[in-house]
């Protein structure tokens, strides 16, 4: 972490990260390589089939399609992708007969078909317990569900405002007022969390539910070039060099434009 300044750091634009991820991430994303997971050298040809489905929607827009992913990818379960156009008609109609709710992230394993980040993130960890997807800790694993829990529930001002679009940037970005105070809410529970478990991650050396739920306000506070003190600044350089998210990244750059303006939470 760098050393404390009173100067607000500002996060990196997504370009320059993109450009880090190389072009070897471009171009599988390109290529629609939607596997999780490399190959590893002296793999097999001819792979079983992954056990698990997950369903998303844009790259670009979807911030809890991403957490889903980045769920699923610190869990290590062996999945695909499936994608859903959030636009087209059809595919709502299909979404909805399938399911009660028609909202992505939704993973489908071993016949059960599990909605809602949350209850993925629980999944997951009964599954991976050795992932650490929660801590080990009782009293940390209560804070890491409440700190998920709020992102889940609230700071609607700041989805509002800062819609998560990876491809833009907005240098100078005037934040409202009212997403100003989410944005407080929330530097405020990763200073606590940082100097509680040491970080780099909010529970300490390795990633958890917690930064799969934070993981798009880092991005957002990337795009809109939101003024942070150090530490919060850091951990948002932690999350946005974080392998998993880098990948997302890649892929979303290169993602077709599906919206030619977006002024709602998606
Ligand atoms: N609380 C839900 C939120 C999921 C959500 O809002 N997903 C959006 C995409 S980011 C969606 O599927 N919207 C449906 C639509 O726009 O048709 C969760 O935790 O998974």
């Known amino acids: 972490m760098p050393a404390p300044t009173d100067t607000p750091a500002r996060v990196r634009p997504a370009k320059a990260s993109a450009a880090k991820a190389g072009p070897a991430k ?98 997951l960890n009964e599954l991976f317990p050795e992932a650490g997807l929660l801590p080990k800790d009782r009293a940390a694993r209560a804070h890491c569900r409440a700190i998920s829990g709020e992102m889940h529930s609230g700071f609607a001002n700041l989805r509002s405002a800062l819609p998560m679009s990876l491809k833009a940037h907005h240098p100078g970005f005037k934040v409202w007022a009212g997403a100003q105070g989410d944005i407080l809410r929330i530097v405020a529970i990763w200073r606590e969390c940082l100097k509680t478990y040491g970080g780099p991650y909010l529970f300490g050396t390795a990633p958890t ?58």
């Open 26 to 123: 471009a171009s599988a994303a390109k290529a629609g390589a939607a596997k999780a997971g490399a190959a590893k050298a002296g793999a097999p040809r001819i792979k079983a089939a992954p056990k698990a489905v997950l369903t998303i929607s844009s790259k670009n827009y979807s911030s809890w399609s991403l957490r889903g992913y980045l769920l699923c990818r610190m869990a290590g379960i062996d999945f695909e992708e499936a994608r859903v156009s959030a636009d087209d008609p059809s595919i709502r109609a299909e979404l909805l007969l399938q399911s009660s709710s028609f909202l992505v992230p939704r993973l489908d394993h071993e016949g059960m078909r599990i909605w809602d980040t949350l209850a993925i993130a629980e999944y």
């Open 209 to 266: 539910v917690a930064d799969a739920m934070y993981a798009p306000v880092c991005t957002r506070f990337r795009t809109y070039d939101v003024p942070l003190e150090p530490v919060s600044a850091a951990y948002c350089q932690t999350m946005l060099a974080f392998a998993p998210l880098r990948d997302w990244t890649a892929q979303a750059l290169v993602e077709p434009d599906e919206m030619e303006e977006l002024d709602v939470e998606f």
